[in-house]
Antibody, heavy 114, light 106 residues
Framework: QVQLKESGPGLVQPSQTLSLTCTVS????????VHWVRQPPGKGLEWMGG???????DYNSALKSRLSISRDTSKSQVFLKMNSLQTDDTAIYFC????????WGQGVMVTVSS | DIQMTQSPSFLSASVGDRVTINCKAS??????LNWYQQKLGEAPKLLIY???SLQTGIPSRFSGSGSGTDFTLTISSLQPEDVATYFC????????FGSGTKLEIK
C-alpha cells in the first residue's frame, strides 16, 4: 500500500540548514509527484514545493530562495533542504503524494531554537 | 497566488445535524478543489477531490459541491468521530489551502 514517512532532526539552530527525508513505498517516484507541506503549531498549512515524476521541481515563491527539493529514485526517497532557518520555520513538515495530496506521511516536528 | 477564504472558522453542531463548510477562491479554479479532515495529532486525510468526487473509503455522509469560485463540504449526518479540523485545498495553480474549520460536537 502507499506509504510516506518523513525523517529528520527535531531541533535546528537558527541560521542553520534543515534537511528532511521522505521515504515512500507502494508507488513510483518516476510516475508520481511528491510535495512538501508544513504546518506551524496551531496554524494552517503551506505548500512548500514539489518534485515531479520527470524530476523537475516547483517551489512556493515565498520560499524559493531558501529551498531545494531532490530525490533518489533507487532508494525511493525525496529530500528537502532549506537554509537560513528562523524561529518562524518551526512547524510540522509533511510529505504528500501527487497534486491531489491523496496520501500523507505522519509528519515530523521541527523546532528552530538555540 | 490564489487565496482561499474558508468559513466558518469554528463550528459546533449536534450528532445527526447537517453541517456545511464553505471555501471561496479569489479567482476561478474550475473544479480543482479538495477537502481534507485532520484529527488532532494526525496527518490530513483526503475526503473529496475535484470538488465532488468521494475518495475511496470515505463514508457517503461526506459530499462536496461547487465550481468556479464557491465550494461546499457537507456532512449529511454528523457523527462523533467527525470531530476534526477541515480544510480545503485548491490545485488549479500553485496549491493553496483554506485556513481551516474546527468542528466540535455540542
Amino acid at each position: 500500500q502507499v506509504q510516506l514517512k518523513e525523517s529528520g532532526p527535531g531541533l535546528v539552530q537558527p541560521s542553520q540548514t534543515l534537511s528532511l527525508t521522505c521515504t515512500v513505498s507502494g508507488f513510483s517516484l518516476t510516475s508520481n509527484s511528491v510535495h512538501w507541506v508544513r504546518q506551524p503549531p496551531g496554524k494552517g498549512l503551506e505548500w512548500m514545493g514539489g518534485i515531479w515524476g520527470d524530476g523537475s521541481t516547483d517551489y512556493n515563491s515565498a520560499l524559493k530562495s531558501r529551498l531545494s527539493i531532490s530525490r533518489d529514485t533507487s532508494k525511493s526517497q525525496v529530500f528537502l533542504k532549506m537554509n537560513s532557518l528562523q524561529t518562524d520555520d518551526t512547524a510540522i513538515y509533511f510529505c504528500t503524494r501527487t497534486t491531489r495530496f491523496d496520501y500523507w506521511g505522519q509528519g515530523v516536528m521541527v523546532t528552530v531554537s538555540s | 497566488d490564489i487565496q482561499m477564504t474558508q468559513s466558518p472558522s469554528f463550528l459546533s453542531a449536534s450528532v445527526g445535524d447537517r453541517v456545511t463548510i464553505n471555501c471561496k477562491a479569489s479567482q476561478n479554479i474550475n473544479r480543482y478543489l479538495n477537502w481534507y479532515q485532520q484529527k488532532l495529532g494526525e496527518a490530513p486525510k483526503l475526503l473529496i477531490y475535484n470538488a465532488n468526487s468521494l475518495q475511496t473509503g470515505i463514508p457517503s455522509r461526506f459530499s462536496g459541491s461547487g465550481s468556479g469560485t464557491d465550494f461546499t463540504l457537507t456532512i449529511s449526518s454528523l457523527q462523533p468521530e467527525d470531530v476534526a479540523t477541515y480544510f480545503c485545498l485548491q490545485h488549479n495553480s500553485w496549491p493553496t489551502f483554506g485556513s481551516g474549520t474546527k468542528l466540535e460536537i455540542k
